[in-house]
């Protein structure tokens, strides 16, 4: 009876305990919140997803604008960091928060670290050389590849030294929404033994006037280690032209300059020819000696020693003729020296040195240099001259401002005759004072100061000093000065154009004159 009691009971419960599970609430997966909306655009060397993988989970699309903003600078950054591991170290990410309160959109540009190539320290010609040979795909910098390149085109072209940096330049140009930034540089600095393709040169004689000078070096002319060169200056009287009533057209001076030296023997020793041919007019403010023409012409063999990468000796051979013309005299004075005009032809010897002390780039007016040459000549009559002369250029750097010490030394010595004569103004002395002195020794000194003010622009003062004898005194030593201020430009990465006004004093009076000189630089 108990057992069929106790088995009534349990299937009278058992609809009940089904009834009651039933009931029982079951747990169900909760669904996540929405997220804001994020687009990511600009990437291309990356793949997308690798990026959005960066990025990271939006925030809810119901979070404040704070947190939306906070974690747009967050997913930035760890974006970047993506682009750097990479080797895309100028990346730079641009964020924005787009939408209606509520409905915020995140929106992300990237820029892969796009930059624009430009090439220091060669010529045109050689800079499409190179620009062909670095690896810059799409114009993004990664740096492990441009970092293989330049060592690529160090070894390959047999570069003193090739390196390169980041920086910017004007005019602003457009970034990620609507943004305007400097224009982002890859700037490759190519440091060569020697450099080649178009020179030119525009300064302010005190001699012919405006004395523009254009120039081209090639190598592998005609051999594959070839060196040729070519200069030419043609003057321009700027002077009659401005303050003459009735100016008229007349010559006063040009000159050619060419040369051409074989490969190299054992990257050591190389042959040599060089000749120059110039005509030039010359007016003087001496008894005895107003103006003149001349003509002359020269022909050297020499050889080139090498002494890589900074020293460079030249000796050599020739003759030189010289011819004048058109010798005006002026008023008698009898004080004035004999003036002979009769053509002259020498045999001549040279030794120059040039040395050039930077192992880093400069730009090619702001180096460290010592030049030394020594010549010496005979005539048919057995009459000799020695020509000993020197400069050299020192300059030093505090921050983005620049010092400059120059000196220059002349000796002329036995036959000179008054077409040897060196005129004392010029790069050394920048007050002309009237073209008047023209010395057989001198030894100049001048201190520049630069003081940066932009990229492109600096001012500056300057003081030159000059020692000399002054033939027009009795060869009494005299002293000449010249100060005053300067501004330089430096425009396109390749002409360097310094502007001077100089106030001078010397044994002839006053002066104050503008003088300038417009180059190109690499």
């Known amino acids: 009876m108990r057992v069929h009691a106790a088995l009534v009971l349990c299937l009278s419960l058992a609809p009940a305990a089904g009834a009651w599970a039933e009931a029982k609430p079951t747990s169900q997966p909760t669904s996540s919140p929405a997220r804001a909306p994020l687009s990511i655009d600009g990437t291309a060397v990356l793949p997308a997803a690798a990026v959005r993988r960066a990025a990271g989970a939006a925030p809810p699309h119901d979070a404040t604008d704070t947190t939306l903003r906070l974690w747009l600078v967050a997913a930035s950054s760890r974006i970047e960091r993506l682009y750097a591991r990479r080797g895309y170290t100028q990346a730079h990410i641009y964020s924005k928060l787009d939408g209606a309160r509520g409905q915020r959109r995140l929106r992300m540009r990237v820029d892969e670290g796009r930059v624009l190539l430009v090439v220091h320290g060669v010529g045109t010609f050689q800079q499409i050389l190179y620009r062909v ?217 040279r030794a120059d040195m040039r040395m050039r002390l930077d192992r880093d780039l400069r730009r090619g007016d702001l180096r460290n240099t010592f030049d030394l040459g020594v010549k010496v000549g005979v005539s048919s009559a057995g009459d000799s001259i020695a020509d000993i002369r020197f400069r050299t250029q020192l300059v030093g750097h505090i921050k983005q401002h620049t010092f400059i010490a120059r000196a220059r030394g002349v000796f002329l010595a036995g036959d000179v005759r008054f077409w040897d004569e060196e005129p004392l103004a ?31 622009i600096s001012a500056g003062v300057f003081h030159d000093v000059s020692t000399f004898f002054d033939r027009t005194t009795d060869n009494n030593i005299a002293v000449a000065n010249a100060f005053g201020p300067s501004l330089h430009f430096f425009a396109l990465d390749l002409l360097a154009f310094d502007i001077y006004y100089a106030f001078g004093f010397a044994p002839v009076g006053f002066d104050h004159n503008l003088a300038f000189r417009v180059q190109t630089v690499f």
Request: proline share 7%.
């Open 133 to 349: 040979d670095l690896q810059l795909p799409k114009n993004i910098f990664h740096a492990p590849t441009v970092a293989a390149s330049v060592r690529e085109i160090k070894r390959k072209y047999g570069l003193a030294g090739a390196y390169y940096r980041i920086g910017s330049q004007r005019p602003l140009v457009p970034a990620g929404f609507g943004a305007l930034v400097p224009q982002r540089v890859l700037y490759v600095y190519i440091l060569t033994r020697e450099s080649f393709g178009w020179r030119f040169r525009l300064s302010l004689s005190s001699t012919w006037g405006i004395l523009p000078e254009v120039g081209i070096s090639h190598r592998g002319l005609f051999l594959e280690d070839d060196r040729a060169k070519a200069s030419l200056q043609i003057a321009f009287p700027y002077r009659r032209f401005v303050f003459e009533q009735d100016p008229e057209f007349q010559w006063v001076h040009s000159r050619l300059h060419i040369s051409y030296r074989l490969p190299a023997l054992k990257k050591s020793i190389a042959p040599k020819l060089e000749g120059r041919t110039a005509v030039s007019r010359y007016g003087r403010s001496e008894p005895g000696l107003q103006s003149y023409y001349t003509f002359g012409v020269t022909g050297l063999a020499k050889l080139v020693l090498l002494f890589p990468p900074f020293v460079q000796v030249e000796l050599g051979g020739g003759i030189a003729h010289t011819r004048v013309f058109d010798l005006d005299r002026g008023p008698e004075e009898p004080t004035a020296p004999p003036r002979s005009d009769e053509p002259l032809t020498r045999y001549v010897g």
């Open 426 to 456: 010029g790069y050394y002395q920048r007050a002309f004072f009237g073209n008047r002195y023209w010395v057989h020794e001198a030894l100049q000194l001048s201190l520049e100061a630069r003081i940066f003010i932009k990229r492109w």
